[in-house]
């Protein structure tokens, strides 16, 4: 049977709870989860098995892949950017990227790259992982693409190409990487990279085939039969995307399938080493907790700022997905695909990653909160790892 190890303030015991079962039920391989509140880190926990195929133990400075976690990292930074006044939000693209303006794309504005409206959510080429380690070579890309439908007309999550859209903001204005940026400007004292060294990639968790995790058996109390309820929505969500799923020329596929991260999938180096500023952050579970906190806190944006980067600016049917989706600037609010306690959704934001992983802040509430797993979800039964984690969080400050 797996311990779980670290730290759990008393008030916060159901968390620890929630993360002992979803061991003991067969849910995990290894993982972490870290909370703050006040500021004051009150969770720090972690356990099981970091490699499958070595049997190396999770350890408290065990990193791991947050996929899409990322983009709330990398829009955190170009936010940094136009606060700083480098650029305007509402402004054209073009203003600073002049190429942008090709194929009918000349009034796209940022805020339709970091809202998932530019109309650009899959490559026109297959692209390889090697290539995928160009930032500027994919920003040209593209650049010079046709959009499939009119920038701001609506939105459709941009499962990869987001990164190499939001990133340009960071690369053109800073003239660094996104993973430079961030190691410089806020993240430098965490456990966080986006584009790690080899000795981190090395001692990283490995992620797993989620054969193991099992969503199903009776209904928990806040889990039950709701038309709101977590179990239904999924449910919802399982019947809406699976015929996106076996068509291999849906947008979803085409979104989040090219770049191909090749050998090893997301444990490849070459994937790891770019620091993909979609989807290619490896960070422990406090360091990404951390992050949140230091943006309830003020750390990183100024508090106005960061009000208008979490104000809803697009939400319904979501042209990938689906399903309905939410999104501020760069940041995932409640819906369908950020799914919440009630209590969180006003003010809760951050961004889920494939595989089940999670980063939320939530200023009102004085949370921040990260869960990371190696095992991958399997979203035919179901995965409420995070959700039942998040829950058991609120519950706490209740």
Known sequence: MTTVQGHCDPAFARVREVFEENFAEGRELGAAVAVYAGGRKVVDLWGGIADRRTGREWLPDTPCFGFSCTKAVTAAAALLLAERGLYQLDGPVTAWWPEFGAAGKEATTAEHLLTHQAGLPAFARPVSAEEAADPAALAAELAAQEPEWTPGETHGYHALTYGWLAGEIVRRHSGRTVGGFVRDEFAGGLDLWVGAPDDVIERAAKLSAGRRVQGGGPARAGEGGGADSPRTMASDLLNRLAAAYTDPQSTMNRSTGNPHPGKGGYNNPVVLRAGWPSAGMLATAPALAA????????????????????????????????????FGLGFMRPAQTFFTPKASRDSAFGHTGAGGSIGLGDPEAGLAFAYLPNLMSDMAAGDLRAYRLVDAAYASVS
Do not use: K
């Open 291 to 326: 992050f949140y906190r230091d943006l309830v806190t003020g750390r990183i944006l100024r508090p106005e700022t960061l009000r208008e980067a979490i104000r809803p600016r697009v939400a319904g049917p979501d042209r990938t997905m689906l399903i309905d989706s939410s």
